[in-house]
């Protein structure tokens, strides 16, 4: 189903993750109107042209964080960064953001949303309800216990999961 313009719904991120489960998978929780959650966006995009990264299928979910991310923004943001081995999502009612919140245990955190936080999958995984663990994720917030996401952090973490 697709939401805005070129956008999937949501509701297609599980089938599509198993699909590309034979592989190692990127979901990247991020706000359309964060030039922080942007700038991670660029880099998970340049990390699936490096070496670790080109087994990787990405899965980028805008979700609604403050009130001026709405569909038709996530449709602007992820059509000018379209890319081959990423699928852009609208996740309008954050139900992934709240499976990841719960599955990262961001409440323990002090975090309501999880956003700006990018999860790493080995080959193999399937969707399990409501969100699979990852085998490792990074972010771009105040969490001092997981690493922090820049482009050496990706890189090793890509490499970690597909070694």
Do not use: N
């Amino acid at each position: 189903m697709t939401t805005a313009g070129s956008l999937e719904g949501a509701a297609a991120l599980k089938a599509r993750f198993d699909a590309a489960s034979g592989g190692p998978q990127l979901l990247a929780l991020v706000s359309p109107t964060c030039e922080v959650c942007l700038d991670g966006v660029a880099m998970i995009l340049e990390g699936l042209d490096e070496p670790a990264g080109r087994a990787f299928e990405a899965h980028i979910v805008w979700t609604p964080v403050v009130s001026a991310d709405t569909s038709v923004v996530a449709d602007e943001v992820a059509r000018a960064r379209r890319r081959r081995r990423a699928v852009h999502y609208w996740d309008d009612t954050k139900s992934i953001s709240d499976a990841a919140r719960s599955v990262l245990d961001l409440a323990a955190r002090d975090r309501t949303v999880a956003w700006d936080v990018y999860l790493l999958y080995r080959g193999g995984v399937p969707w399990v309800s409501p969100l699979p663990s990852p085998s490792t994720w990074l972010h771009q917030l105040r969490i001092d216990d997981q690493p922090s996401l820049d482009a050496d952090s990706l890189r090793s973490a890509m490499q970690a999961v597909t070694s």
